[in-house]
Nanobody
Framework: QVQLVESGGGLVQAGGSLRLSCAAS????????MGWFRQAPGKEREFVAA???????YYADSVKGRFTISRDNAKNTVYLQMNSLRPEDTAVYYC????????????????WGQGTQVTVSS
């Protein structure tokens, strides 16, 4: 079992930056693929970014060039650096984790955090 705890959300003006963190429990969490998703009010949850345990990254087109996902395996923590934020980035951001070999699709995950709110004002 893996537990995920997100932090770092908040209110920021358009053009600003935030860094989200996700701490994962469990001694094998460093081998998990990790991802970030978001859900805006009235919309479905959508994929944002993912990173394999060796550091291969994937991004949604809407955040490429603005967001960067990274991880520190020694700390079992994954980060999402968000720059040039836009009002349309406003959403609850969720961290997700997937055990090695569980899903081949980098948008599918077994474990989810509770989410952290990001609000971007115009």
């Amino acid at each position: 079992q893996v537990q995920l705890v997100e932090s770092g959300g908040g209110l920021v003006q358009a053009g600003g930056s935030l860094r989200l963190s996700c701490a994962a429990s469990g001694r094998t969490a460093s081998r998990f693929r990790m991802g970030w998703f978001r859900q805006a009010p009235g919309k479905e949850r959508e994929f944002v970014a993912a990173i394999s345990w060796i550091g291969v990254t994937y991004y949604a087109d809407s955040v490429k060039g603005r967001f960067t996902i990274s991880r520190d395996n020694a700390k079992n923590t994954v980060y999402l650096q968000m720059n040039s934020l836009r009002p349309e980035d406003t959403a609850v951001y969720y961290c997700a984790a997937d055990p090695p070999g569980r899903h081949s699709n980098y948008e599918e995950y077994d474990y989810w955090g509770q989410g952290t709110q990001v609000t971007v004002s115009s």
